[in-house]
């Protein structure tokens, strides 16, 4: 079946550094959401992009949809300790006009003190 | 708040126990999923209720038995469960007009744990 691979699967970084993450596929999708889990809570959508190229900011993250439809990019400007959590990216594939929503193992975000 | 609210939200259960999960959304929504979720693993789509009515069951085995009773609630019925069955089970609700294609918002979900 489909599958996305996000990388990378944890990260450890210094609070103010700038993060950057990413989902790939060999398979193309129509629609890539990316998520935040915050310890003990459900995942909550972040982005959502809907077409190739397109690069959509929320605050200090931006998200990217890859020209290729295969992948796409999460970066978090200036991390603060509030950005800890594990990130998720989705994408939502059509086959025979059946859409499937495929995640990624996700990413998990640790500032070291 | 999220909207979507999920009781217990830890559980510890015998192998040959039965308990039930319970999801309630207050978004107004019409579609309800659960979610199974363990660690570094991508989150797995068990079942999928549109206006009450099950639109997907993922080949989930029968131990986990879903009743959607209308659109605000959802129950995951459990019995006989085995250890892998440990997980976090999310539930998750959307408009319902869209499909997958919806956003869909989560519980802080159940850490269920199987002895």
């Known amino acids: 079946g489909q599958q996305l691979n996000q990388s990378p699967q944890s990260m450890f970084i210094q609070e103010g550094e700038d993060v950057s993450m990413n989902c790939t596929s060999s398979s193309i999708f129509n629609t890539w959401l990316w998520y935040k889990q915050d310890p003990g809570e459900g995942p909550v959508l972040l982005i959502a992009l809907y077409k190739a190229g397109e690069l959509t900011s929320n605050g200090r993250l931006t998200a990217q949809f890859g020209i290729t439809r295969k992948d796409s990019f999460l970066n978090i400007s200036a991390s603060i300790p509030s950005d800890v959590g594990i990130y998720f990216c989705?994408?939502?594939?059509?086959?025979?006009?059946?859409?499937?929503?495929?995640w990624g193992a996700g990413t998990k975000l640790i500032i070291k003190p | 708040e999220t909207g979507v609210t999920q009781t217990p939200r830890h559980l510890v259960m015998g192998m040959t126990n039965k308990k039930s999960l319970k999801c309630e959304q207050h978004l107004g929504h019409n579609a309800m999923y659960w979610y199974k979720q363990s660690a570094k693993k991508p989150l797995e789509l068990m079942f999928v209720?549109?206006?009450?009515?099950?639109?997907e069951n993922n080949s989930v085995p029968s131990r986990f038995s879903p009743e959607c009773p209308n659109s605000s609630h959802l129950f995951l019925h459990l019995h006989t469960l085995q250890p892998e069955d440990s997980a976090l089970y999310l539930c998750?609700?959307?408009?319902?007009?869209?499909?997958?294609?919806?956003?869909?918002?989560f519980g802080p979900g159940t850490r269920l744990t199987v002895l």
């Open positions: 209720y549109n206006f009450k009515e099950q639109t």
């Open positions: 989705a994408g939502l594939a059509a086959e025979d006009s059946n859409y499937q929503l495929i």
């Open positions: 998750a609700s959307s408009q319902g007009l869209r499909g997958l294609t919806d956003t869909q918002y």
